[in-house]
C-alpha cells in the first residue's frame, strides 16, 4: 500500500494533467480549506462532504492526497483547524479500512518528528502528533492492529514528558485506549510497554488513574500478585499506602482548581475502595485525616465534591456515617463563611448532587438518611440547608412522611445533641449563656418554614392527608397548647420538652397564614383530578371531597374550641367573640345548603370570606369582631332582599322601597367598607379574597358603595380617616406587620438569610453599624443647623450660671474654677446635651412614623386599586363606570406633579394603566345613557377646558382620552336596524353619520375652541395626534373641525402650528368615511379651499434656512400631493394655477441639498404638473482640460511633472529646480489627490521671499520626501539599460 502511495504522486506530477486536475478538483481542494475554519458545523459539514466525494470518485491519487493533506493539518498553526483535521482523518480510516493504520502512525511520526522540526514548530509538532494518536483512536480500528496501540502508546509516553504544552492530555488519550481495547492486546503488547507507567501510579494522578483504569478493564491480568510485583503491595488501598494516595488527591485538588469540577482519578478511588471493602480507611485516613487537615481550599472543596459524587455509591450505614463526620462539619462552616458576594459558594453544587441521586434512588431509607443528614447540619441550632429546599420534590411518598415526621419531632422534643451543630470561631468568642433557648428557637423556626415550603412546593409529591396533617400541627402549636391528652386530637399526645415562648408562637402564627395562603391555591391531587371531568375547570383550594381546606381547618378549630378539658387557647375567647365564631359557623352552614341547590360563585365567596375572617379572629379578635359581626348583618340583608324579591312584587313595591330607604345603609355599601378594612391587614391572602367577593358582589354595587372607594383613593383625603386606620392598625405591631406582608416562603427565605447574617458574618454588621452611624451624624449635623440657635443660648445660659464663660474683661479661665464648680458644670453640660440629644431623637422618630404612615396608605391605596380594577373589568357597561372617570383624572393628576419615589410611581403607573387601557380602551360601555345626556357633555366640556389649561402635554392627554370616551358613550352603538339593512351602502353610510345622543353642534363647538388653542398658543398642552385620533374616530365631528383645521394653515401662530394644520388636513382628508360624508360638491369645495390656502402658505415661505419652516413646507407639499393627485384624479374643477404658480420659483429660494425629503416631495408634486425633475449628468474631470487651466492660474507648482503621461520619463531640467523636480513625483505617489491641494493652498501667496520663511515641519517634511524620491529616479535608468 504504502508503495502505491509513492506511486500516485509520481504520475499526478505531470504538467499536463497537474493543471487539468487542479481545474477539475476545485470542490475537492475546498474541503481542506473548510477543515480549517473556526466555524464547527462548516467543518463537521467538510468532514461528511468529504468522505461521500472519495466514496464516489474512488481515485487512488486524490485518496493519497487527502491522508497527505490531513496529516499535514494535524499540526496546523491555527488551534480550531487540528480537530478538524484529526476527525477527517479518524473517519477517512473508518471509511477506507483496506488502508492501514501503521502506514499512516508512520506517515505521522515522520512529518511531526519532534528531532526534525524546528524549535519555533515543535509546540505543533506535538499536537501534530497528538491529534494523529487521537484520529487512529476515533477510526474505532486500534484493537485490531495490536502493534499500532504500542506504537500510539509510546508516542504518547514521550508527548507526555511535554506537559507545559500539552498538559495531562497524553495521559487522558492512554487511558481511553485503554478502556476500549481488549484484555488480550493489553496482556500481550501493552503490559511491558506500561510497566514502568504503572509501577509509579503514585506519582502523579494522570499515572494513578491509568493504572486504575487497567484495574477496572483487566482485572484477570492485573491480579493481586502482579500487582505486588508492580507495587510492592497487592491492593492499592492499604495503610502503607494512604500517604502517598493523599499526596496525589493533594496534586489532583490543586490541578482541577480553576476547572472546580471532581477529578475522575479520585473517584475511582473511592469506588476501589467500596470493591476491596477499605472504605472507612480510605475515608477516614486520605480524606478527613489527610485532605481537611490542610487549609481551606482546594482540598476541602475536593472533599466536599467527593461528598456529594460518593451519596449514589454508599450503602445507608456508610451514608449514615459519612453524613455525621467531619466532612460534613466542615461543609457547614463553608456554607455559613462564605455569604458574602466575592466568595466561592460550593452550596449550589452540592444541591446538583443531592438533587440528582435523590431523582436515581429509588430506596426510601436511603433518601430519608441524606435528608436527614443535610438536615441535622446546624449552626448554632439553625440548618445550613435552606427553608426551601427544592430537592424534597423528589422523595418517595414514604422518605417525605418519615421526613416530616422527623421535623415534627424535632420541634417537638429537639434534641440538640443528636444534631451535627458548630459555631464559627467569631460566634465562639461572642457566644455566652443564652446558646441552648436561643439554638432551640432557632431551630423551631426553620422547621416550621420547612413544613410550609413542603406544602407549598407544587412539585412535592404528597397526599391531602399529609397536608391536612402539617396544617392542623402548625395550628395547633400556634394557637394552642396541651392540658390533657385526648384520643380525637393527635395533637395531644406529644408533649413539648421545652414550652414555646413567643417568638416562637409569632414564627408559627405567620407561618399558619402563609400556610393558608399557599392551600388556597393548592391543585387537586393527582387520584382526584383523574377522576373529575376532563373538560372541568380546574379547581384550586378544594379538596377531593368538595370543600375548601380552610374549611376543613376551621371545623378542627372548632373541635379544639369545644374541648377546654384537654386543650387550652393560648389567646381565649371573650363570650362576645365566641358568639361571633358561632354565628360565623352558622352562615356558612346556611350558604353550603344554598350552594347544594345551586353553586355559585357568589356564595363560594362569602364561605371563603366568612372562613378567613373567623381563623383571622385567633390572631387579632379585638381588630376582627366588628368586622365579623357588620358581615354577619350584611349578609342577612342581602339574602333578605333577594328573597323579598322573589315574592310579590306588586304588593311590596312600596312599602318595601320606604324601608330600604330608612335601612341605611345599604348591605353592598356595608360590605365594601368591610373589605376596606381587611385591605388594611397585611395580608396577601385576605388582598385576594377581597378581590374575589367583590367582583362577586360587583352587580349590586351603589353610587354610594362606589364612592366609599374613591374617597379612599382621593388625594386630598390622605390625612383623614382611612389612612389613620391603616397606620394605627399596624403602628404598634411594626414586627407583626413585616412577617404578615406577602408570601410566608418569601418571608422564610429571608428569614433565613437575616440569621445567616447575623449570626455568621459579625463584620457585615459591624460594617452596616458603622454606616448607620455615619447616617445618623449626617442627620444630626443637618439637624444641628436647625436648633443651633436655640441650643447656643442654653449652653451660654449654663456657662454664665456657673461663671465658666471667659470675657475680654475679666480674663478668666477654668484654671480659676476648683473641683466642685467643675464637677457642677459638667453635670449641667451634661444634662443639657442629654437633653437635646432626646430632642434629635423625637425629631427621627417623628420623621420616620410620619414616612412608615405615607408608606402604609400608599400600600393601602395600591390594594384599593385592585377593586376599582375588578369593577371595571366586570362592570364596565354599567353608567357608575362614568363616575369612575373625574377621580382616576384627580390621581393621574397629582401622581404627575408631586415627588415621586418607587411606591408613587407604582401607584401612578397602576392607575393609568386602570383608566387609559381598561376603562377607555375597553370594547364594553355604557350604552343606556340616554336619561343622562345634559351632565355627560357638561363632563365634556369640563374635561376638554380642562385638558386645554394644563401644562403637562403627558396629563392632558388622559384628559383627552377621557373625553373621546365620553364622546363614544354618548354615540353608543348603532341600532340595529341599520346593521341588518340590506343595502350595503345605505346602511355603511348610515353607521358613519350615526352619532345617537351626541349632540354635535355643542360638541363640535367644544372641540373647535380647543382646536383654536393648539392653533393660536405657542405653549400649548395639546397634540396633533389628539386631534388625529379625535378624526379618525368621530368622522362627523372631524368633518365639522375642517374648516377650522384648513383656516391654520396659514393663520397659525407659528410655522410649527400651520405644518401640524397640514397634518390634520391631510389625515383627515385620507380617511373613506371623511371623503363618503363630503361626497359631490362639498369635496370640491374643501379641495379648492385648500389649494387656495396652501398657495398662500408657500407663497409667504421666502427665504427658508431655519428647521422648523422647511419641516412645514414638507407637510405643505404633501398636502399638496394628495390634493392635486384627487383633484386630477376625479376630474374636479378646481383651478390648480395658483398653486402651480407658487411652485414653480420655490427652488430659488428653498435649498434641496441638506434634505432628501423636501427634495423628493417637491418634485412629486411637479410631477403632477407635468414638471419633471431635471436629471444631473455626472462628468468625470478631464485630465487635459486640468492641464490647460494649471498655466493660467501660474500657481507655480510644478505643473508638468503631476501629468501621468510624463511621470515614467527622464526629465532634464536646470541644477536649481533639481529639489523641487525630485520631490513632487515621490510626494504625489505617496498621498494621491488631496496633499497637492493642500499645498496648493500653503503655497499661493508664496514668492520667493516667502518661500524661504517655511516653518521647521515644512521643511522637515520636504527633506524626508526628498530621499525616496532620489531613489525613485533611478528606476526608470535602470529599466532603460
Known sequence: MSEEMVEVPVKAAEPLRAAGSLQQNRLFLDFFW????????????????????????????????????????????????????????????SAFEDVSLQSVLDRIKEKHSLQAVKKKLARNAMFGNLFGVLALHQSGRLSKEPQVVLGCVKLLQNLSQHKQHLKDLPNKTMTDILSEIPEEVFEEVLLNALQTDLASAFRTPEQLQLLLVALQRFPQTLKPKKLKNLLGSSTIINADNIPRLTEVLKMAAQSVKKERVLPAVVLDLLKLSLKEDSFQLFWNKAIVDGMLKEQQGPTHFLSFRLLGAALPLLSLSQLKEVLSGEVMMLYGEHVVTAQKPDRFKLAPEMDDYVSSFLQGCRDSDRQLAVMLGFSSLTNQGYPVVPSVWRVVQHLQPAALLGYVDWLKNAFLQPQMDRLLDFSTRKQKSNQEGKEQENSVFRLRKWIVARLSSIIDNHQVKKQEELIMDVARFVFFHAFFSTRKASADIAETKEKLSVPLDERTRGVLVNSFFGLLMSMHHLPLSDDSAEAAAVNQKRVLGVTADGNMW????????????????????????????RQAWDSMLESVANLKKKAKKGPSAESSAFQQLFLLVGMHLFKAPEELLDIMKDLQSCMDKAQEKKAKKKKKKKQASEQQQQQEEEEEPEWVEVMVDILLSLLSQQSRHIRQVCKTVFSSICPHVTAAALTTILDVLDPDRDDEEDGAVVVTDDTNKPQKKKSKDGDENEEMEDDESDESDEDSDEEAEDEAMEEEEKDDDEEEEMESEEVDQNFRLELMKVLQQQNALATEEDGSSDEDMDDDAMMELDKSLSALFSEQKKKTQAKKDEKAKLQKERTLVREFKIKVLDLVEVFVARQAGSPLVLGLVEPLLTIIDRGMSSNSEQQEQDFLRRAADIFRNQLCRSKVYCRTAGDRQGELHDLLDKLVTKAQKLSDSSVCLYYFSASLYVV???????????????????????????????????????????LSSFMSRRKSPLTAQMFTDLFSRFPVLCVKLLDTAVQNITSGVRDHQQGQACVLVLRAMQSREVQQLLHGAPWTKLCGSVTDQLAASLQNVGQAESKVVKEKVVKVLELCQFVVKQVRHQKLSVDLDPLQNVLQ????????????????????????????????????PDGDADQQEAPKKKKGFLPETKKRKKRNKPVLEPAGDKSASTNKPGADKGQAKKKPDKKAKQKRPADGATASQENPSKKSKTQSENQPAKKKKKKPKQKKE
Do not use: C
Not at 464547527?40 to 461521500?52: G, M
Not at 376551621?554 to 379544639?560: G, H, I, K, R, T
Not at 348603532?974 to 350595503?984: G, H, N, Q
Not at 429660494?1149 to 434634505?1155: C, E, G, N, Q
Open 34 to 93: 473548510d477543515l480549517a475554519k473556526p466555524e464547527q458545523e462548516v467543518r463537521l459539514k467538510a468532514v461528511e462532504n468529504l468522505i461521500q466525494y472519495l466514496k464516489t470518485q474512488n481515485k487512488e491519487d486524490e485518496l493519497e492526497y487527502t491522508f497527505k493533506r490531513l496529516v499535514d493539518g494535524l499540526g496546523h498553526t491555527r488551534e480550531t483547524a487540528r480537530p478538524g483535521f484529526s476527525l477527517a482523518l479518524g473517519q477517512v480510516l
Open 550 to 577: 380552610i374549611y376543613h381547618l376551621v371545623q378542627y378549630a372548632d373541635v379544639l374550641l369545644n374541648q377546654p378539658k384537654h386543650v387550652q387557647s393560648s389567646r381565649p375567647f371573650s363570650p362576645e367573640q
Open 968 to 1010: 363614544k358613550v354618548l354615540r353608543g352603538a348603532p341600532p340595529a336596524e341599520t346593521k341588518d339593512d340590506p343595502t350595503a351602502g345605505r346602511a355603511a353610510a348610515t353607521d358613519i353619520e350615526f352619532m345617537g345622543n351626541v349632540d354635535v353642534d355643542r360638541v363640535s363647538a367644544v372641540f373647535r375652541d380647543a
Open 1145 to 1180: 420659483p420655490l427652488t430659488s429660494s428653498i435649498a434641496f441639498k441638506k434634505t432628501g425629503k423636501l427634495e423628493d416631495t417637491y418634485w412629486a408634486v411637479m410631477k403632477h404638473f407635468g414638471v419633471t425633475k431635471p436629471k444631473v449628468e455626472k462628468t468625470k
